[in-house]
């Protein structure tokens, strides 16, 4: 397993009051995303425990995008992954935030 | 969730959303207590937070239920030692509650990384499952995920008191490869999928017995088939147990030089039994529903 960890700064911070969220499986090509209110926020710090090595610069990038375009702020994300390619994280994360903001 | 929700495509989650009343599930131990697999990390395996398996409880029709819904996608929905605790734990609980257990089956058995702990785990399930039958709280298991239900999933299924199985449900122990590779490919090719699933699909377990009601692949379907199945009386005793001996007894006789799930159908005067596996669940229980071997109380 290769471990990352990311703070960001997103300008926007999640909507709603749900505690958490999850979304996703750990399986080939797929992941786990779960989502935990608690931190301030202008920050979001993202966990990432992912089976296939020497991808930082992609999951920067990928991390980078999600919180320029999503309300990430406040929110602890922690990542199981199994091997997804970019488009699926960024899915999973969309899916993430939207599922936190429900009532 | 709207009626058109595969069971089959659905993740465990969402099988336990769509089932039970709308908000109405609290899970235990959830995904953010973490309660990961010891064994993965040595492996240098992924971890999912819930190992696998969801339990908690909530209501169906208002009525209060335990549930444990495996997710066969996360290692086949494989048993290991964290995974197996909290189904034990669910089943001591209910009959210490004494309310009944839904468990949303989807798993290969056994998970290899943690083999030992595994096994001891399904055995605990069984001793669990058995102590809260005879305190005459009823278990049903729902079958019809992507992983099937197989090895000590299998045993584990066949100490419920009732079983609702779809098409794409698989019961069975010793899954197709196993037998390939035991037996040789002359006994079972593992890859003819037709094969595979007459032997061990939904459609021959409802009519031989394995399974007592079989539903579409539908959310809400297997919804309706649970509160059928929580209405039965679910009694565990010698006697009940006697009687499924002598069933089984009776099958393996009339049954037991069969080569094809096909030569059963005709034995038990399915009409066109060679047309059964493309019929739509309708129509397959128009045929067979007086014809099929019938289920009985021990399983």
Partial sequence: MEKLSFTMKPSTAAA??????????????????????????????????????????????VIDDFVTRRPAGGLHISINDGGARPDMVSLRLAQGVRLIEEL | ???????YEANARQRVEALLD?????EFIGPEQREISPHLAIFDLPEQFDDGIIVGRGTLKGRRILVAAQEGRFMGGAIGEVHGAKLTGLLRAARSLGEPVLILF????????EANVGELAIAEIMRALVEMRMAGVQVVGLIGGRAGCYGGGGLIAGCCSALIVSEQGRISVSGPEVIETNKGVEEFDSRDRAL???????????????ADAFADDDVLAFREAALMALAGNG???????????????????RFGKAHDAVDIWTDLGVREPAEIAGLATDEFLRRVTDKRETANGAR
């Fill in chain 2, 1 to 7: 969730m709207t009626s058109a929700t595969s069971w």
């Fill in chain 1, 16 to 61: 709603g009051t749900r505690a958490r969220a999850i979304v996703g499986v750990v399986a080939s090509g797929n992941l786990e995303v779960l989502l935990e209110r608690g931190l301030p926020a202008n920050i979001c710090v993202i966990d990432i425990a992912t089976a296939a090595h020497g991808f930082a610069a992609v999951w920067e990038a």
């Fill in chain 2, 22 to 26: 709308p908000r109405s599930f609290a």
């Fill in chain 2, 235 to 253: 009694r565990l005793d010698a006697g009940v147990l006697e009687a499924e001996q002598q069933r089984l007894e009776r099958r393996l006789h």
């Fill in chain 2, 106 to 113: 989807d798993t290969g058995g056994v998970r290899l990384q």
């Fill in chain 2, 196 to 210: 595979v699933w007459r032997t061990m699909g939904g459609k021959h377990r409802y009519l031989i017995g394995g």
